[in-house]
């Protein structure tokens, strides 16, 4: 199963400050098309996930361009520009390369300082 | 946006079978290379991939699940379903159904329903 592990766990983040997560995989994500499939989410509190950042650097409809992913073969970082207090909650890595299992980075838990 | 509904018990016994469906409404289903998950979430933990079907029918399965997990998928009605067989008190938490294409395979999510499993 491919690892994929989060850092920090923890991010305390002052308003306004940028933000950035990494995420390491155990494997290479590059699948034989070229293209990693590395998916970031955002869960916040009693909600479900909502994807951010597809393809390791594809924004989805409707995410503030504040967001950013970027990176390829083991390494992948989603970067925030300038935090606001909607961003708090827990981001998730996700690989969807090498299958079964899909796995997930342990969570990273952003919160205003 | 692709809408996603989960629905099933929200309480079940020690060594019972859990079922759920995940409806999805006839106005965003989408034809094509999709697959059809489901996710879950122990309380105050993270996410763990159940397994997926794809439209094509073709399942796959977490291997720590696989001996338990049946997933099946009907197109007339757009609903997918999970059964978890003998169930114990780890496999309480959250219940999510989720979609994407064969590639990224999540991109939307349901909202979750709370399963517990308790005598």
């Known amino acids: 199963d491919v690892v994929m592990t989060q850092s920090p766990l923890s991010l305390p983040v002052t308003l306004g400050q940028p933000a950035s997560i990494s995420c390491r995989s155990s494997?290479?994500?590059?699948?034989?098309?070229?293209?990693?499939?590395l998916s970031w989410f955002h869960q916040r509190p009693g909600q479900s996930p909502r994807r951010l950042i597809h393809k390791a650097s594809t924004r989805d409809s409707g995410v503030p361009d504040r967001f950013s992913g970027s990176g390829s073969g083991t390494y992948f970082t989603l970067k925030i520009s300038r935090v606001e207090a909607e961003d708090v909650g827990i981001y998730y890595c996700?690989?969807?390369?090498?299958?079964?299992?899909?796995?997930f980075g342990q969570g990273t838990r952003l919160e205003i300082k | 946006q692709v809408q996603l509904q989960e629905s099933g018990p929200r309480l079940v016994k020690p060594s019972q079978t859990l079922s759920l469906t995940c409806t999805v409404p006839s106005d965003s289903f989408r034809s094509g290379d999709y697959c059809w998950s489901w996710v879950r979430q122990p309380p105050g933990k993270g996410l763990e991939w159940i397994g997926h079907i794809h439209e094509s029918g073709r399942t796959s399965y977490n291997s720590s699940l696989e001996s338990r997990v049946t997933m099946s998928f009907d197109a007339s009605t757009n609903d997918f379903s999970l059964t978890l067989s003998f169930m114990t008190a780890a496999d309480t938490g959250v219940y999510y159904c989720?979609?994407?294409?064969?590639?990224?395979?999540?991109?939307?999510w349901g909202q979750g329903t709370l399963v517990t499993v308790s005598s």
């Open positions: 996700m690989q969807g390369t090498h299958w079964p299992p899909i796995t």
């Open positions: 494997q290479s994500l590059a699948y034989s098309d070229g293209i990693s499939y």
């Open positions: 989720a979609t994407g294409d064969s590639g990224s395979k999540i991109g939307h």
